[in-house]
């Protein structure tokens, strides 16, 4: 397809359609290859890129410098506590500061109107590095390892079990998207975000994927394709809301004895950081059938493919 992407900003998959959404995850899987065979791929020599990160981060804040010191992009790791917007300056002068300097700002942030403001007000790329209702460079390297895993999408089913938040939305898109059925596991009374939960069943209906909210567990994990474990708790979250939520998706942590109940072949994805124990058993983490790490690893291909179709 016809590369779209040059100067655009990333924000969220309810933005892009299957194509889009395809081309990235091919291209992360290209420069997968050349990764492996140490082929160089410095497409964006000469850029300097923000990296602003307002949240933790080990996994995405890795993944986004290692990738652009591959792509010949310096990036600069900036702290919100050493910015004057932490004394108040206004989001806007600091987005138009930033975009006299940089190529780009890749962030992660806390409400997604912080990056679409980012975006706004920015004439370069901004590159979203996580918001509450969005992870797309998790999605990205979710659905690489996926492909990798499992050789397409179409027909899989996941069930998937955690909090309600940005990785379940992204999941959500690309699942109705892709023909992939998705089973959100989670105590009765949960509720995704209204206007995302549309957008995917409007794309379900193209598609045929079936998008389930459930609080029945093995309803949600027979014969799933994939268990998607997911902290059941969000950063930021105040201890009252943690502690009400570990006790209400109990329940739901996947155990040796809910991968029984999924395919036999099934795949355990995790975007981690995991909480061994709450969410997942370190048996499971460990065993044969997690594919965590590569998962992870993908983080930085996914980047670097999101980066690099700004050079094509
Ligand atoms: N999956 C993920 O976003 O990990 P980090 O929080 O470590 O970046």
């Known amino acids: 397809m016809k590369n779209r992407f040059r100067g655009k900003d990333f924000l969220a998959f309810k ?15 290209d420069l997968k290859k050349k990764w492996v065979s140490h082929e160089p791929h410095e497409y964006l020599k000469g850029q300097v890129w923000a990296a602003l990160f307002e949240k933790n981060s080990t996994r995405t804040r890795n993944a986004f410098q290692r990738a652009a010191a591959d792509l010949g992009i310096t ?6 506590d050493e910015l004057q917007s932490g004394r108040g300056e206004p989001l806007k002068d600091t ?20 990056v ?21 460079t998790q999605g990205i390297a979710d659905m ?16 998937y079990a955690g909090n309600l938040y940005n990785v379940c939305y992204t999941n959500m898109i690309m699942c109705a998207t892709l023909g992939m059925d998705m089973y959100i596991a989670c105590p009765d009374g949960m509720k995704p975000n ?25 309803e949600a994990l027979k014969d799933a394709d ?20 570990k006790e209400a998706f109990h329940p739901y942590m996947v155990t040796m004895d809910a991968m029984k109940k999924a395919k036999r072949d099934a795949i355990f994805m995790h975007c981690l950081p995991a909480y061994r124990g709450i ?6 983490l460990e065993s044969e059938q997690s594919v965590v790490w590569d998962e992870g690893e993908n983080r930085m291909h996914s980047i670097k493919g999101i980066l690099a179709a700004y050079a094509l």
């Open 116 to 136: 679409e403001e980012y975006a706004e007000w920015m004439d370069h790329p901004v590159i979203n590095g996580l918001t509450t209702i969005a992870h797309p």
């Open 75 to 80: 990036s600069i790791y900036l702290r919100p």
């Open 194 to 218: 209204q206007e995302i939960y549309d957008e995917a069943m409007k794309r379900a209906e193209a598609t045929g994927a079936k998008i389930v909210v459930t609080s029945n567990f093995d």
């Open 226 to 245: 994939i268990v998607y474990g997911m902290s059941h708790y969000s950063m930021g979250q105040a201890p009252e809301e943690v502690a009400r939520l």
């Open 15 to 29: 933005d892009l359609n299957r194509e889009e959404i395809e081309f990235l995850t091919d291209l992360s899987l």
């Open 144 to 159: 690489m390892t996926i492909k990798e895993k499992k050789g397409g999408y179409k027909g899989l089913k996941m069930c």
């Open 95 to 114: 987005a138009r500061m930033f975009d006299r300097y940089y190529d780009g700002l890749f962030i992660r942030t806390f409400g997604h109107e912080i």
């Open 279 to 284: 969410d997942v058993t370190d048996e499971v």
